[in-house]
């Protein structure tokens, strides 16, 4: 579909190397050319820090925990704190419920807004490292447009930069994709050069034949070959991104900035095929310190709604076979309440999955009543005061790549996934 | 142990046998040298002239290198350089144009407020000082908007950047670690105290970072009372930062927690509050401020330890090198670090020396080095996109500009203003290039993909319209192309040669086999349209995105 040779991206004699403990361009060049698994990873993030008491894992009537107001219905075997004001939070149990594994307890060991957001995306704490969308998009989707697109602001593609794209700040690629949608013609003196598409053609491969030149010199081993092989394969492809633009006339530039335009986008690349992962941000003001339960419902409500609207469409678009949904937030927040009636940074948080391939309506790991993390078999994903092992960053991390369809040993050697979730 | 070329203008190919891997080493000719050193530098491409100079002599490679680190264009480079720690150009922080400064739009103001503390360093590293005077300096600099904002005493022509002091009475100054623009942007909240703040000094000039440390944090604390948080960070797991943090985090509370400077409605405004080192620090803190056990009472203290640690002057050595060979930290060669760091601390700190000594350095000018096993460090550059802003500018004459007459409501009032596309994160595509908005996207990209090869293909065709129109219309007191409707093969073909020497610094003969591809496409184009204008511009396009301009 792309019209590229997977062969012209290889590094010459990677096949013979072992596929354990490479490096990471190695590992890109073993993905292009092994098998893929044909399966979409949409990554929600929710930035700030979520009360994960205010929703999934509720702990109403204790003395070490300040609870938000509701009250706790079960969905399946997810208790889940509800109220009257945050309707969308229970409708999206109750209906999606059954396909949702929760995953509370995991630790990301900071209480800083950056550092957690790495943790929680990349398992690690290098914000070199490739987070979970850069590594299923490369191993999922190597030889597509763009194999991770990150819609919203946070991600981290490490060495995988060749293979993740941004739609910006307010999705203003829009205006990269047509003439006619540039700033130049609305702004700007409109002097622009706008070559027919035979004249494209030549400047195309004028640009590619040079650029195979300049390979042979100087880009033939390693990563000067990766650096050349990503400006070939970047012009190659970029202009298979022009679906990115919608029929309709919603290619306004402030669009993007709200959760269902990236949500309807992100099915878009999906289709498209495009990318294989994708990264959107919810984009309330999660970081509560003052007056926490207020505004952690009024958020709990946007985003759920949001999230309604994200399966809904997911199903009619036909996607949800081949796409599981991660929801995850950086941190979360403080047993108590603090003066202000906020609460401040926790290390411990929540993730939700939810997929065809997913083992739903279950919870894995957990929180004590203090909100620590409490010792879980990460083979079962249940809370297990025999085992001395909880969930951490990582361990999520590799559960969800493991749930991918990826070998997470390469990129988390030593670590066990939480592969509790997972349907056999 | 590798050994350089013998400078006679080619490529150096030198096999060496390091026990067991057998490397080679292929090194840049000088003039390819040239051009990495003055994108390093500067940001800028090497003139025609200076091509010609080293490529007729390699010796006077480092001469030129002299002119390039007394330049403009390396002022901006050091506060480029710095910013990508700092992290302070972000629209999260602009200040509105109000009051006095309200006839200026929103990109006019903040290229003054936020460059203030980058500026600082700059003025130390231009005039020669040592650069601990970065932490150490008893005064502040300022043009005129930022004397405004800040009312300061200005004496200088408004445009310029004049060494001035803060307003307030019995204010410490301490370089940059005085400035309230750099408190502004690294906000805190009282139970935070303040260690954020602290983090972000040694982050940037020790290159030691707190949070890189894993955390457990104990739920039977009620973090809700500051009276059990400061209990807490004493217990044995959070000791072994807090005993170090905490004291530190003592030193910064003579500023405001956090303002949006959005609030503002007219200027001076100010962000200095000594009385909250008397009034709050005893809430939310019980350490007496030090430096790692070393007493020490206010910034200006603080700067002068920062300076004699042993780790600054690596961690300077870290930062300029990591930015110029565009590596990380644990890719910089250990026994290049170390003898740059001798030669930095024997050189009083000079920051332009330790600029040279790094792109003369032998392991700058490598162009390619593979080891048995086929692995081994990129040496390829990408121009970051505010580099690629002024290449372009300086090389063609274009800069990707537009007038947005838009209004900013959340700024808190003004209008957005002309801005340098490439050079823009919120409405531009600085990000989309493979740069930062110094808030969430904090990771610069040294690759290309495809929304940054969209980017690069949008600006080349914006530049070749522009540069192709202006030049047929003999507008141009320095046009690029000279050859005008002439469509005869010499004339083009010595066109198409001067690009290639100005443009990727090849020195070509006009019947070439590089020559003859950029003609085949000139041909091709003009067999289209029939047209010299059109075609032009469709080579230009293909030129002005081609690999030799975009990496280095």
């Not at chain 1, 941004?166 to 999705?171: K, S, T, V």
């Not at chain 1, 990318?275 to 505004?295: C, F, K, M, Y």
């Not at chain 1, 609460?343 to 999955?353: E, I, L, N, Q, Y």
């Not at chain 1, 879980?376 to 990582?394: E, M, Q």
Request: a negative charge.
């Amino acid at each position: 579909m792309s019209g590229i040779n997977r062969r012209q991206l290889l590094a010459g004699g990677v096949a013979a190397l072992a596929a354990t403990a490479l490096p990471w361009w190695k590992r890109l060049a073993l993905a292009q050319d092994g098998p893929q698994q044909q399966r979409n990873l949409l990554l929600v993030f929710v930035g700030g820090g979520w009360d994960v008491t205010a929703s999934i894992d509720p702990k109403p009537g204790l003395t070490t925990i300040d609870s938000p107001p509701g009250d706790v219905r079960l969905f399946g075997n997810i208790p889940v704190l509800t109220g009257s004001d945050r309707p969308a939070v229970g409708n999206f149990f109750t209906t999606w419920g059954d396909l949702c594994a929760v995953v509370n307890g995991v630790e990301v060991r900071s209480i800083a807004h950056e550092e957690c957001t790495k943790r929680i995306l990349t398992g690690t704490n290098n914000s070199n490292r490739p987070d979970m969308g850069a590594i299923a998009g490369v191993e999922n989707g190597a030889d597509l447009a763009v194999p991770y697109m990150i819609l919203g602001n946070t991600a981290f593609s490490g060495p995988y930069g060749g293979s993740t794209g941004r739609a910006g700040m307010l999705g203003q690629v829009i205006t990269l994709l047509e003439p006619e949608f540039s700033y130049s013609a609305f702004f700007g003196n409109n002097t622009r050069f706008k070559p027919t598409d035979a004249e494209a053609d030549l400047i195309k491969q004028h640009v590619l034949n040079r650029a195979n030149v300049r390979q042979s010199k100087v880009g033939e081993h390693g990563l000067n070959k990766r650096r050349m092989d990503d400006f070939i394969g970047s012009v190659e492809r970029r202009d298979l991104l022009r679906p990115m633009l919608s029929e309709s006339e919603e290619n306004d530039l402030t669009s993007q900035l709200e959760f269902v335009p990236q949500i309807d986008l992100a099915l878009q690349l999906f289709k498209s095929g495009i990318s294989r992962s994708v990264l959107i941000e919810h984009p309330g003001e999660w970081d509560t310190h003052a007056e926490n339960n207020a505004q952690q419902l009024y958020q709990h409500q946007d985003l759920y709604t949001g999230l309604n609207t994200l399966m809904e469409r997911l199903m009619r678009e036909g996607l949800f076979e081949s796409t599981t949904v991660v929801v995850v937030s950086e941190m979360s927040r403080t047993p108590k309440l603090n003066s202000q009636n906020g609460k401040d940074h926790w290390p411990v948080t929540s993730a939700m999955v939810l997929g065809s391939q997913v083992r739903g309506g279950q919870v894995y790991g957990g929180t004590d009543v203090y909100q620590n993390s409490v010792p879980t078999n990460l083979l079962t994903g249940k809370a297990d005061d025999s085992v001395s092992t909880t969930i951490t960053s990582a361990g999520f991390a590799s559960g969800v790549l493991t749930l991918m369809g990826v070998d997470p040993e390469p990129y988390f050697p030593g670590v066990e996934p939480l592969r509790g979730f997972i349907n056999s | 142990m590798t050994t350089p070329d013998d400078g006679q203008g080619g490529d150096g190919q030198t096999e060496t046998n390091n026990g067991t891997t057998q490397e080679q080493v292929q090194y840049l000719s000088p003039t390819d040298h040239l051009v990495r050193a003055s994108m390093a530098l500067r940001g800028v491409r090497p003139s025609v002239e200076e091509l010609e100079t080293v490529r007729a002599n390699p010796d006077a490679l480092p001469g030129v290198v002299d002119t390039y680190i007394e330049s403009e264009a390396f002022g901006t480079t050091i506060r480029d350089m710095h910013n990508e720690g700092l992290e302070l150009r972000t629209f999260v922080f602009w200040f509105p144009p109000v009051g006095e400064l309200s006839d200026l739009s929103v990109m006019e103001l903040n290229a003054s407020v936020q460059e203030s503390p980058l500026r600082l360093i700059e003025h130390v590293v231009m005039n020669d000082r040592p650069y601990s005077e970065i932490l150490t300096a008893d005064y502040t600099v300022a043009n005129e908007v930022v004397a405004t904002v800040w009312g300061m005493d200005y004496n200088g022509d408004g445009e310029s950047w004049v060494e001035t002091r803060w307003p307030d009475q019995g204010r410490v100054h301490a370089g940059v670690l005085s400035d309230s623009f750099l408190y502004m942007r690294h906000y805190t909240t009282p139970l935070n105290a303040q260690r954020r703040r602290a983090n972000m000094v040694t982050k940037n000039f020790l290159c030691f970072d707190f949070l890189s440390i894993d955390i457990n944090v104990d739920g039977n604390v009620d973090l809700s009372d500051p009276e059990a948080v400061k209990d807490a960070v004493k217990s044995p797991e959070c000791a072994s930062c807090h005993d170090s943090l905490d004291p530190l985090s003592a030193l910064f509370w003579r500023h405001e927690f956090f303002i949006a400077p959005g609030e503002f409605t007219r200027y001076p405004v100010s962000f200095y509050q000594p009385d909250y080192e008397r009034v709050y620090r005893p809430l939310f803190t019980d350490r007496e401020p030090d430096y790692f056990g070393l007493p020490a009472n206010d910034v200006r203290e603080l700067g002068q330890h920062i300076v004699a640690d042993g780790r600054f002057a690596s961690c300077t050595v870290e930062r300029f090198y990591g930015y110029l060979a565009q590596v990380e930290p644990e890719a910089i060669p250990s026994s290049e670090a170390q003898s740059l760091r001798d030669q930095f601390i024997d050189s009083n700190m000079n920051a332009k020396a330790l600029a040279k000594a790094i792109v003369l350095s032998d392991a700058f000018r490598i162009a390619q080095v593979t080891t048995a096993d086929g692995e081994e460090r990129s040496f390829l550059q990408k121009a970051r996109p505010r580099q690629w802003s002024r290449m372009m500018e300086d090389l063609v004459g274009f800069r990707w500009e537009v007038n947005l007459d838009l209004p900013l409501d959340f700024v808190g009032g003004g209008t957005y203003g002309r801005t340098d596309l490439m050079s823009d994160s919120f409405f531009g595509y600085e990000v989309l290039a493979g740069g930062s908005d110094d808030f969430t996207v904090t990771r610069m990209v040294h690759t290309l993909n495809p929304t940054i090869s969209l980017v690069f293909d949008a600006f080349a065709q914006e530049a070749a319209g522009y540069v192709v129109e202006r030049d047929f219309s003999g507008m141009s007191a320095r046009p690029l192309l000279t050859v005008g409707n002439d469509t005869n093969e010499a004339a083009v073909r010595g066109e198409l040669a001067q690009l290639h020497l100005k443009l990727f610094a090849e020195f070509v003969e006009p019947n070439s086999e590089e020559v003859d591809r950029s003609f085949d496409l000139f041909t091709a184009a003009l067999g289209m349209s029939n047209d010299p204008v059109r075609a032009w511009k469709t080579v230009l396009t293909a030129m002005f995105q081609d690999s030799r301009l975009i990496y280095y």
